[in-house]
């Protein structure tokens, strides 16, 4: 257990987190000695440790960690044990923040292209050049729109009101979307934020795609949710996960169910029909949840022996998870994943949540509940562009109607958008660009202006949790170390240049910290000295309390008969496997290529790393002709790429899964021409009423190449379990 001092708590702004409430690694003896500095590091004690409370770097749903700093360095990165988002727990991402501060091929220094856009060829420019062009392009630009990731709080404050001030307009780019999930939750419980599941207290849950202990929405904090679920004072919680490829969540399920791309919706109001029709919940509570939406006619058309063909799920087995399922009270149902991600993903969203209201779990504990907003002063999270929204604001620059200056933070649209959206060649249109990131990316490498920003541990913001945890949370954010490069802030771009080529209409802050301190006192202030508040939200990287968020209001816009047969890009005779992409616990959608310790975690399923493998069931690749290790090409309606073959007793035949995340131009040593891009291949289609990418709605063609790859994993024999009838052979030592 670390002790910290009184006179170690130090530096008002900077304020340390106690010792008492951090577990620390032990150091090695070496950390421990005293150094002597011709230029001390600020804030530093020689030879000892200090930990800060800051935000995560490489989470945008709102973890808070805390980082070990020895002599001005970031050592570790621990979970906030305080914040109730992430309670002391960090994913294998959140772990590799300080790889990714000290990462050799950071940027670090301004860069203006030359030659062709998107060729990588840029000149080295001091700060104050850099700051020059960028206001003189701005002081002549009639319009600019910012395209930033997720983000929130001041640094989403800034972002539109510069926008606003510049008659542009504010983007925001997600790879794979929380859109269509955002949408559900709108249409069926009446809500703009995302629902709280509380996983915790549930003793069921049936998940339709969601890989929540992986990769879905906010996975920390349902994992921790888990735990509870399945080691809890109470009953132990099931699991039940239904979908075309066995995710990371899947195989920790207890019961494991494929089905047919698209039909999950389908299948949902079939467990939904035998509840009803055998009483299941013990009253008639479901009456009204199923009159509201079509009434029971409309769902007996949906019973088990009426969709076992078209789900793929025999009717037995619908049987019995609706019976499992309504026997373990309260059960929590949710969509994500594939099943969202078809084009009739909305339909099949709002059908889960209907299961939902039949067993009584809208706005109860165990159940879905709604969320609170954030606190007053706290500028919410900006609820992401749709990809259809994304791919029209493409089309339209394309047809001569763009802004002069687009400004990209955070955000790699050209790596993420299907090739077919043309998005590389609509950007390329704006007469301007302006990239500002730690690492180059693809649409870093498509700018003119490229400008090197500061690390998440280095820089000042505050955030709103996306989504809460049933309780109203804000987030603080602090520099833990100088800044190792010359980089900076993207909000304090943004102020520098508002200031210069607007001062009329800029705010009275001129930095960041400002901005945020500022914010901070108007949320917190009240009577009295702040400067103590301030410290102490730091120190506990926010605040939060138990406020929770009020009750649901659903429309009844929808109804059972509107649920649509899945669509799919390509013939099925040409085109026979569905290709389902996924993201990997480490790679996510690639923003984490760039690192090696990211590149060589393994994927919990297959165990590979480093590469872009295709999961196919070993009688398909029979059929084939291929197996493990041979490299095949994968070919859509919209483009091709090459994978080498994973055979995967638990993928099913006619599907085929592919990681995302490898595949880039532009990043560093260990991102660079490794692997291949799956959403470059994918359709441009959407998902109905909801306008997200249907990234789980194309089918492939796959042949091979004759061309053979090892794969790089941890299984390295066939024969992993060495159940090989060869008597054991004995070794001595003689």
Same mark, same amino acid.
């Given at each position: 257990?670390?002790t910290?001092g009184?006179?170690?708590?130090?530096?008002?702004?900077?304020?340390?987190i106690?010792?008492?409430t951090?577990?620390?690694?032990a150091?090695?003896?070496?950390?421990?000695?005293v150094?002597?500095?011709?230029?001390?590091?600020?804030?530093?004690?020689?030879?000892?440790e200090?930990?800060f409370?800051?935000?995560?770097?490489?989470?945008?749903? !709102?973890?808070s960690?805390?980082?070990? =700093?020895?002599?001005?360095r970031?050592?570790?990165?621990?979970?906030?044990?305080a914040f109730?988002? @992430?309670?002391?727990?960090?994913n294998?991402?959140?772990?590799?923040g300080?790889?990714?501060?000290?990462?050799?091929? &950071?940027l670090d220094?301004p860069?203006?292209?030359?030659?062709?856009?998107g060729?990588?060829?840029f000149?080295?420019?001091e700060?104050?050049?850099?700051?020059?062009l960028? $206001?003189e392009?701005?002081?002549?630009?009639?319009?600019?729109?910012i395209?930033?990731g997720?983000?929130?709080?001041?640094?989403?404050?800034?972002?539109?009101?510069?926008?606003g001030?510049?008659?542009?307009?504010h983007?925001?780019?997600?790879?794979?979307?929380?859109?269509?999930?955002?949408?559900v939750?709108?249409?069926?419980?009446?809500?703009?934020?995302?629902p709280?599941?509380?996983?915790?207290?549930a003793?069921?849950?049936?998940?339709?795609?969601?890989?929540?202990?992986?990769?879905?929405?906010?996975?920390?904090?349902?994992?921790?949710?888990?735990?509870?679920?399945r080691?809890?004072?109470?009953e132990?919680?099931?699991?039940?996960q239904v979908?075309?490829?066995?995710?990371?969540?899947?195989a @920790?399920?207890?019961?494991?169910?494929?089905?047919?791309?698209?039909?999950?919706?389908?299948?949902?109001l079939?467990i +939904?029909? #035998?509840?009803?029709?055998?009483?299941?919940t013990?009253n008639?509570?479901?009456?009204?949840?199923?009159?509201?939406?079509?009434?029971?006619?409309?769902?007996?058309?949906?019973?088990p022996?009426?969709v076992?063909?078209?789900t793929?799920?025999?009717?037995?087995?619908?049987?019995?998870?609706?019976r499992?399922?309504?026997?373990h009270?309260p059960g929590?149902?949710i969509?994500g994943?594939p099943a969202?991600?078809? $084009?009739n993903?909305?339909?099949?969203?709002l059908?889960?949540?209907?299961? @939902?209201?039949?067993v009584?779990s809208?706005?109860?504990?165990?159940?879905?509940?709604p969320?609170?907003?954030p &606190?007053?002063?706290?500028?919410?999270?900006v609820?992401?562009?749709?990809?259809?929204?994304l791919?029209?604001?493409a089309?339209?620059?394309?047809?001569?109607?763009?802004?002069?200056?687009?400004?990209v933070f955070d955000?790699?649209?050209?790596?993420?958008m299907p090739?077919?959206?043309?998005?590389?060649?609509?950007?390329?249109?704006?007469?301007?660009?302006?990239?500002i *990131?730690?690492?180059?990316?693809?649409?870093?490498?498509?700018?003119?202006l /490229?400008?090197?920003?500061t690390?998440?541990?280095e820089?000042w913001?505050?955030f709103?949790p996306?989504?809460?945890?049933?309780?109203?949370?804000?987030?603080?954010?602090?520099p833990?170390i100088?800044?190792?490069?010359?980089?900076r802030?993207?909000?304090?771009?943004?102020?520098?240049?508002?200031?210069?080529?607007k001062?009329? =209409?800029?705010p009275t802050?001129?930095?960041?910290r400002?901005? /945020?301190?500022a914010g901070a006192?108007q949320?917190?202030?009240g009577?009295?000295?702040?400067?103590? &508040?301030?410290?102490?939200?730091?120190?506990?990287? !926010?605040?939060w309390n138990?406020a929770?968020g009020?009750?649901?209001?659903?429309?009844?816009?929808?109804?059972?008969?509107?649920?649509?047969?899945?669509q799919?890009?390509?013939?099925?005779?040409?085109f026979?496997?569905h290709?389902?992409?996924?993201?990997?616990?480490?790679l996510?959608?690639g923003?984490?290529?760039a690192?090696?310790?990211?590149?060589?975690?393994?994927?919990?399923?297959?165990?590979?790393?480093?590469?872009?493998?295709?999961e #196919?069931?070993?009688?398909?690749?029979?059929?084939? *002709? /291929?197996?493990r290790?041979?490299v095949v090409?994968?070919?859509?309606?919209?483009?091709?790429?090459?994978a080498?073959v994973?055979?995967?007793?638990?993928?099913?035949? !006619?599907?085929i899964g592919v990681?995302?995340g490898?595949g880039?131009?532009?990043?560093g040593?260990?991102?660079?021409?490794?692997?291949a891009?799956?959403?470059?291949?994918?359709?441009?289609?959407?998902v109905?009423?909801?306008g997200?990418?249907?990234w +789980?709605?194309?089918?492939?063609?796959?042949?091979?190449? @004759?061309?053979?790859?090892?794969?790089?994993?941890?299984?390295v #024999?066939?024969?992993?379990?060495?159940?090989?009838e060869?008597?054991?052979?004995q070794?001595?030592?003689?």
């Amino acid at each position: 257990m670390s002790t910290l001092g009184r006179r170690r708590f130090v530096m008002g702004s900077t304020a340390l987190i106690g010792g008492a409430t951090v577990v620390a690694c032990a150091a090695p003896e070496r950390e421990s000695q005293v150094q002597s500095f011709v230029l001390q590091p600020e804030q530093s004690l020689p030879g000892q440790e200090l930990w800060f409370a800051t935000a995560c770097a490489h989470t945008s749903c !709102g973890n808070s960690v805390v980082v070990r =700093t020895i002599d001005g360095r970031a050592k570790k990165v621990e979970g906030n044990p305080a914040f109730p988002v @992430n309670q002391g727990k960090l994913n294998v991402r959140s772990q590799s923040g300080v790889q990714s501060l000290y990462h050799p091929d &950071r940027l670090d220094t301004p860069k203006k292209r030359r030659g062709l856009r998107g060729a990588g060829t840029f000149n080295n420019l001091e700060w104050a050049t850099a700051l020059d062009l960028l $206001a003189e392009k701005l002081s002549d630009a009639s319009s600019v729109t910012i395209i930033t990731g997720p983000i929130s709080g001041t640094r989403a404050r800034i972002a539109q009101d510069f926008a606003g001030a510049f008659a542009g307009e504010h983007l925001v780019y997600e790879t794979i979307e929380s859109s269509v999930w955002r949408q559900v939750a709108k249409a069926g419980l009446g809500v703009d934020r995302l629902p709280h599941l509380d996983i915790a207290n549930a003793h069921s849950i049936l998940s339709f795609g969601a890989d929540f202990l992986s990769t879905w929405i906010s996975p920390t904090q349902y994992s921790i949710g888990y735990g509870e679920f399945r080691q809890g004072a109470g009953e132990r919680g099931r699991l039940i996960q239904v979908e075309p490829r066995m995710s990371t969540t899947g195989a @920790n399920a207890d019961s494991w169910v494929y089905v047919h791309p698209g039909q999950e919706g389908a299948l949902a109001l079939s467990i +939904a029909q #035998v509840i009803a029709a055998e009483g299941l919940t013990g009253n008639d509570n479901w009456f009204d949840a199923v009159n509201a939406v079509g009434g029971l006619d409309a769902l007996n058309a949906y019973a088990p022996d009426l969709v076992a063909e078209r789900t793929g799920v025999p009717a037995s087995r619908i049987q019995e998870i609706a019976r499992e399922f309504a026997s373990h009270q309260p059960g929590l149902a949710i969509a994500g994943g594939p099943a969202l991600a078809s $084009a009739n993903g909305l339909d099949n969203g709002l059908a889960v949540i209907l299961l @939902n209201r039949m067993v009584g779990s809208v706005g109860r504990v165990g159940g879905l509940l709604p969320n609170p907003g954030p &606190r007053t002063g706290i500028t919410p999270p900006v609820v992401p562009t749709t990809f259809e929204a994304l791919a029209s604001r493409a089309n339209a620059w394309l047809d001569g109607d763009s802004p002069d200056v687009a400004i990209v933070f955070d955000a790699d649209p050209v790596y993420g958008m299907p090739e077919a959206t043309r998005f590389a060649d609509a950007l390329g249109s704006i007469p301007f660009v302006v990239g500002i *990131g730690t690492a180059m990316s693809e649409t870093l490498g498509h700018a003119d202006l /490229v400008l090197p920003a500061t690390h998440a541990f280095e820089e000042w913001g505050d955030f709103a949790p996306d989504p809460m945890p049933g309780q109203q949370v804000a987030g603080y954010q602090q520099p833990v170390i100088t800044p190792f490069v010359t980089g900076r802030s993207f909000g304090d771009v943004l102020l520098t240049a508002w200031h210069e080529v607007k001062p009329e =209409t800029a705010p009275t802050w001129e930095t960041m910290r400002d901005a /945020v301190r500022a914010g901070a006192e108007q949320s917190f202030g009240g009577s009295g000295d702040f400067e103590a &508040r301030w410290i102490d939200l730091l120190k506990n990287g !926010g605040a939060w309390n138990t406020a929770h968020g009020g009750s649901f209001s659903p429309s009844q816009d929808w109804n059972i008969n509107l649920l649509a047969e899945p669509q799919f890009s390509g013939d099925e005779i040409e085109f026979p496997m569905h290709l389902v992409p996924f993201e990997s616990v480490a790679l996510g959608t690639g923003d984490e290529s760039a690192n090696p310790w990211m590149q060589a975690t393994p994927d919990p399923i297959t165990s590979t790393t480093w590469t872009t493998w295709v999961e #196919v069931n070993p009688k398909t690749a029979a059929a084939l *002709g /291929v197996t493990r290790g041979d490299v095949v090409e994968i070919r859509t309606l919209h483009g091709k790429f090459e994978a080498t073959v994973y055979e995967s007793p638990v993928s099913a035949p !006619g599907i085929i899964g592919v990681p995302i995340g490898q595949g880039h131009r532009f990043g560093g040593r260990w991102r660079e021409d490794r692997g291949a891009n799956v959403l470059a291949a994918l359709a441009p289609l959407t998902v109905a009423g909801a306008g997200g990418l249907a990234w +789980a709605a194309t089918r492939a063609a796959v042949t091979p190449t @004759n061309n053979f790859k090892q794969l790089p994993t941890i299984e390295v #024999v066939p024969n992993a379990r060495n159940d090989s009838e060869e008597p054991v052979v004995q070794i001595s030592h003689e």
